[in-house]
């Protein structure tokens, strides 16, 4: 079955300060695709990136960056020079390519991300 | 802005009430799904439409039940609510209904049943 974990509950940082969200997925299928959201205290799910499981490449997005690795199922986000804005709870999700009907996108259980000024 | 909206923003209900969560998709977006987030949790499935007709379901009861219209717009019914029902209700729209179809969400329903 497929599996999202996110084992980092809440994080604290000082404004400017680079950090990492980390993402461990399990899955059975070769064909997957992962995703980052972020959920601020408005409450609506801000999409951020989607990557095919054929992608290994890193991508950069501003101050966003995601590496993806296959080999440890992986696929952890960073965030440089972070600001108070930044503050929010992060989401990784999978989806499977053959779409089991009872199983669209897992998400994992969050990352609570403070940026203190 | 996901083009996503739904309705009503809040709702607070009583054990054994029906309750009917709407929302309306991106134009030309195919397929909306439904999630139930708990307090400190991520989204859950709850269901899938895809052209009107259901296209998968997570793990929920048959009390949830679920409608898509022509017109991108879609409902959840809750009925014989439980305290347990209490969160948010999100609804996502997409073009398609495959994996590597991003999800475009709304802002939420909150629901709290007393």
């Known amino acids: 079955a497929q599996k999202v974990t996110q084992a980092q509950t809440e994080i604290s940082v000082v404004e400017k300060e680079d950090v990492t969200l980390d993402c461990v997925y399990e899955?059975?299928?070769?064909?997957?695709?992962l995703f980052w959201y972020k959920q601020p205290p408005s409450g609506e799910l801000v999409f951020l990136i989607r990557r095919n499981s054929f992608d290994e490449q890193n991508e950069i997005s501003g101050r966003y960056s995601w590496n993806f690795q296959k080999s440890t199922s992986s696929f952890n986000f960073t965030i440089t020079a972070s600001q108070v804005v930044d503050s929010a709870v992060y989401f990784c999700?999978?989806?499977?390519?053959?779409?089991?009907?009872?199983?669209?996108?897992?998400f994992g259980k969050g990352t609570r991300l403070h940026i203190l000024p | 802005e996901t083009g996503v909206t739904q309705s009503p923003t809040h709702l607070i209900k009583t054990r054994g009430q029906q309750v009917t969560l709407r929302c309306s998709s991106q134009s030309g977006h195919n397929t909306v799904s439904w999630y139930q987030q708990a307090l400190g949790q991520g989204p859950q499935f709850i269901f899938q439409?895809?052209?009107?007709?259901?296209?998968g379901r997570g793990n929920f009861p048959p009390r949830f039940s679920g409608l898509q219209f022509p017109n991108y717009s879609s409902e959840l019914n809750v009925n014989a609510l439980e305290l347990d029902d209490s969160a948010l209700y999100l609804c996502a729209s997409s073009l398609g209904a495959w994996g590597s179809d991003t999800q475009y969400f709304g802002p939420g329903t909150r629901l709290t049943v007393l």
């Open positions: 899955t059975r299928d070769t064909t997957y695709y």
């Open positions: 439409y895809y052209r009107e007709e259901e296209n």
């Open positions: 999700a999978l989806s499977e390519a053959r779409m089991n009907r009872d199983d669209k996108i897992i």
